[in-house]
């Protein structure tokens, strides 16, 4: 399978009932991402995110979303069996998104030498996890540009 299926149940609209608000029901929002295998490696000044896949639909669905999301602020969200383990906003950096033939790839660096440690410990904290068995949501403005494992 080469997308994966997520449901956002936590929307839901207020509504006015009289002087108190009260939730109304939205129903599940389902969100199709593409599958991808994940590499993360550290770089000069920070690291990079190379995400692939060898189906040319999810390829092409993943460069589009990152090609609209681009300029965004990147985070990893890292899962295993549906729940998120750790959260690395990559706030530190300056993230850019470059086309590959077979995806994309999100390189986020900075200047300042202490912003690139913290980028490059976030790197080698997600690669263990990837490791050792989690998944890796990379969003790009909180929305889900693709999934996937090492």
Avoid: F, H, Y
């Avoid at 965004?72 to 890292?78: A, D, E, K, N, Q």
């Amino acid at each position: 399978m080469t997308s994966m299926m997520m449901e956002r149940t936590g929307m839901s609209m207020p509504a006015m009932t009289g002087s108190s608000m009260t939730p109304m029901p939205t129903g599940s929002q389902w969100l199709m991402i593409p599958r991808c295998t994940m590499k993360m490696e550290k770089c000069t000044g920070g690291m990079k995110i190379t995400c692939t896949c060898d189906d040319k639909a999810a390829c092409t669905m993943m460069q589009n979303l990152c090609t609209m999301m681009a300029g965004g602020m990147v985070t990893c969200c890292m899962m295993m069996n549906g729940m998120a383990v750790c959260t690395c906003n990559l706030t530190m950096g300056m993230c850019k998104c470059d086309m590959t033939d077979s995806g994309v790839r999100v390189t986020c660096t900075s200047g300042d030498k202490m912003c690139g440690e913290m980028i490059q410990a976030s790197c080698e904290c997600m690669t263990t996890m990837l490791k050792a068995g989690c998944c890796c949501c990379l969003c790009i403005n909180g929305n889900p540009v693709c999934c996937g494992s090492c």
